[in-house]
């Protein structure tokens, strides 16, 4: 069975910073990509970064660029999001995603964890 556990969110102000976790079991996440979304109450979701298997190459979304930062630590098969410059907009539940990148279909996604920014 597979898991994608998020975690790592909460409440902080504006500038502030926040590294999200993604705990991966059944699958092993360098063999995919794997990626971050949010989303909020009556918006679609964004796809905020992906990080691909085999050469770990990255993609960030353009509200992403400059502020956040994925990588993957594969001794703990751990999905990582570090954060920083947090705006309001960022506000969202965030998850990660096997999938969903490059018109590919998620396959699997965990149940995300809540990102709350005060101004």
């Known amino acids: 069975e597979v898991q994608l556990q998020a975690s790592g969110g909460g409440l902080v102000q504006a500038g502030e910073s926040l590294r999200l976790s993604c705990a991966a079991s059944?699958?092993?996440?360098?063999?995919?990509?794997i990626g971050w979304f949010r989303q909020t109450p009556g918006k679609e979701r964004e796809g905020v970064s992906c990080?691909?298997?085999?050469?770990?190459?990255?993609y960030y979304s353009d509200s992403a660029k400059g502020r956040f930062t994925i990588s993957s630590d594969n001794a703990k098969n751990t999905l990582i999001l570090h954060m920083i410059g947090l705006k309001p907009e960022d506000t969202a539940v965030y998850y990660c995603?096997?999938?969903?990148?490059?018109?590919?279909?998620?396959?699997?996604r965990g149940q995300g964890t809540q990102v709350t920014v005060s101004s």
């Open positions: 995603a096997k999938g969903g990148y490059y018109g590919m279909p998620i396959d699997y």
């Open positions: 059944g699958l092993v996440l360098d063999d995919y990509v």
């Open positions: 990080i691909l298997a085999g050469d770990g190459s990255t």
